[in-house]
């Protein structure tokens, strides 16, 4: 089949889908603004603090609303948490003693190894706190055996740690419905066990999110969904009360917690950042689905199919070979706003153990919420790709990436 074709079905199969996204735009959408009336968010919230940042209305404003979405107690939304990998670093410091253990369902996130630490004694790991780690490994299949999980739990364990993302994974995320049915297993023989989950590019996938199935606490970056491109920089915490404010100990001080933290400008960003949410990644998931056809037209495994069911926005595209994975991070970084002159080389990146390739031309730095590519230089050689900020820039990007690879000779039609 030529290419027009395989770009035409691809662009059916997303509109197929887009009325299933809309109806998820919509509901998520109200929700957002539902919370935003509800509150009162006005001019005043948008306002900024500097130094210690005291009584800061706007940040407090946004951490009600935050646990108000979220469905949480309370939150900790803050542009000094510096990445994904930070808040979900202090929701494990802040929430785990020497003696504990922390229970993972699942290798976690790569950048987190290093957090939880090894035999190597690594400085500042939970290994060295004296923190026990154990892994429920996932089936062959990539599913979850809840009787292995149950199993698994002894009365040292006191947080179990969910991915709702597959990361750097071959194997289906995890959806709201299987962390309910998780969380809801575990609450029954252990109802004290801290159910966490990272729910990096999850925010807003589905109408419900972890906390309202059983979940305690979860954790994200804000250059990813709930930041819906606008947020500069930031993390955020949000759960049972208790559990954000020792994560909050974590972050500032013991005896400061919550209290302090200058929003130096941001707090409009996040705002709109949080009210674009739901629109944007309606856009991405469209992308997504588009780039999961065309990508399958072109005889590649990709996963989830293109009308499978999703709870994250990333695809995983099987390119099988490195040129692969190098050429189309690179035909990605060509068709961005930023950097499109920039060749994107695969390297070591902090807290990454194999090298890592990333295309991501956007105009926060890093930010995966725009359209972006990755992929660890490791068999089978699978590609990442995420966001995008309009349906039509991801169509572009990766139609005109796929063109150069097959010009290269990369593919066959
Ligand atoms: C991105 C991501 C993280 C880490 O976030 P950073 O902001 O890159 O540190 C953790 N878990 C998952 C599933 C992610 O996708």
């Known amino acids: ?162 991915q709702r993302s597959k990361g750097y994974q071959w194997r289906p995320s995890l959806t709201i419905e299987e962390i309910s049915r998780i969380a809801k297993s575990i609450k029954i023989e252990w109802p004290n066990l801290i159910v966490f989950v990272d729910n990096c590019y999850g925010e807003f996938v589905e109408e419900r999110e972890p906390l309202e199935v059983g979940a305690d606490l979860i954790a994200g970056s804000l250059i990813k969904n709930p930041g819906g491109g606008i947020a500069p920089c930031g993390g955020y915490i949000v759960g049972r009360k208790d559990l954000v404010e020792r994560a909050a100990a974590r972050l500032t001080a013991p005896g400061i917690g919550k209290e302090i933290g200058p929003s130096l400008g941001n707090n409009r960003l996040f705002y709109q950042g949080l009210f674009n949410a739901p629109h944007i990644v309606g856009e991405a998931l469209w992308g997504a ?67 890592v390739i990333m295309a991501s031309g956007a105009f926060v730095q890093g930010s995966s919420i725009e359209l972006s590519a990755d992929a660890p230089m490791r068999e089978p050689y699978i590609v990442y790709m995420q966001g995008g900020t309009s349906r039509q820039h991801v169509k572009l990007a990766v139609t005109e990436t796929i063109k150069d690879m097959i010009n290269c000779g990369l593919f066959q039609l």
């Open 1 to 162: 089949m030529d290419l027009d074709s395989l770009i035409h079905i691809a662009e059916r199969a997303a509109e197929d889908c887009a009325k299933g996204i809309n109806d998820k735009v919509g509901h998520n959408l109200k929700k957002v603004l539902t919370t935003f009336r509800k509150h009162k968010i006005s001019d005043l919230h948008l306002q900024s603090s500097t130094g210690y940042g005291y009584n800061d209305v706007g940040r407090e404003g946004l951490e009600a609303v935050y646990a108000e979405i979220f469905c949480g107690e309370d939150a900790l939304v803050r542009h000094q948490i510096v990445s994904g990998t930070h808040a979900i670093t202090l929701c494990y410091f802040g929430n785990l003693l020497p003696g504990d253990e922390l229970l993972a369902v699942g290798k976690p996130y790569d950048t987190l190894h290093k957090v939880i630490g090894s035999d190597k004694k690594e400085m500042g790991t939970l290994q060295e706190l004296g923190i026990k780690y154990r892994e429920v490994p996932l089936e062959n299949d990539g599913s979850i055996s809840l009787d292995a999980l149950l199993e698994a739990i002894s009365p040292e364990t006191r947080m179990i740690s969910l």
């Open 289 to 355: 689905v588009f780039t999961a056809s065309l990508c399958s037209g072109l005889g590649l495994d990709v996963m989830p199919y293109p009308n499978g069911h999703r709870t994250d926005i990333i695809q995983a595209i099987r390119m099988g070979n490195r040129e692969r994975i190098i050429a189309f991070c690179r035909g990605i970084q060509r068709y961005s706003p930023i950097d499109s002159h920039v060749t994107p080389e695969a390297w070591d990146m902090p807290g990454y153990e194999d090298q």
